[in-house]
């Protein structure tokens, strides 16, 4: 079975930082696309970045020039590294998987229906 877990939420005051893991197990394909995407009290989910299987990334615009999104060398893990947090950056955050790398293409990765599996989510919450 295909299984996506978030880790490493937590609490920090504004301006501090968080990386949090997300754990793929029993995924095999060499071409996907991996997003990040947030659920904040009383909001839609959205997306916060995306990467596919060259390593490409792009990200949300309320995001950019402070997450960075990365994989391990055996991409079995990826990564989103959240500096410079805001209050309203709290919220559940949440890894997803496409078997398809194109999906990451020209804004896809932020199309919730493209991805196959989901991970169970891990809160931040950032203090003022």
């Known amino acids: 079975q295909v299984q996506l877990v978030e880790s490493g939420g937590g609490s920090v005051q504004a301006g501090g930082s968080l990386r949090l893991s997300c754990a793929a197990s029993?995924?095999?394909?060499?071409?996907?696309?991996m997003g990040w995407f947030r659920r904040a009290p009383g909001k839609v989910r959205e997306g916060v970045g995306g990467i596919d299987s060259n390593g490409i990334t792009d990200y949300a615009e309320s995001v950019e020039g402070r997450f960075t999104i990365s994989q391990d060398n055996s991409k079995s893990t990826l990564y989103l590294q959240m500096d410079s947090l805001k209050p309203e950056d709290t919220a559940m955050y949440y890894c997803a998987i496409s078997h398809t790398r194109s999906h990451c293409a020209g804004g896809g990765w932020r199309t919730v229906a493209s991805y196959n599996y989901w991970g169970q989510g891990t809160q931040v919450t950032v203090s003022s």
């Open positions: 029993g995924f095999t394909d060499s071409s996907y696309c």
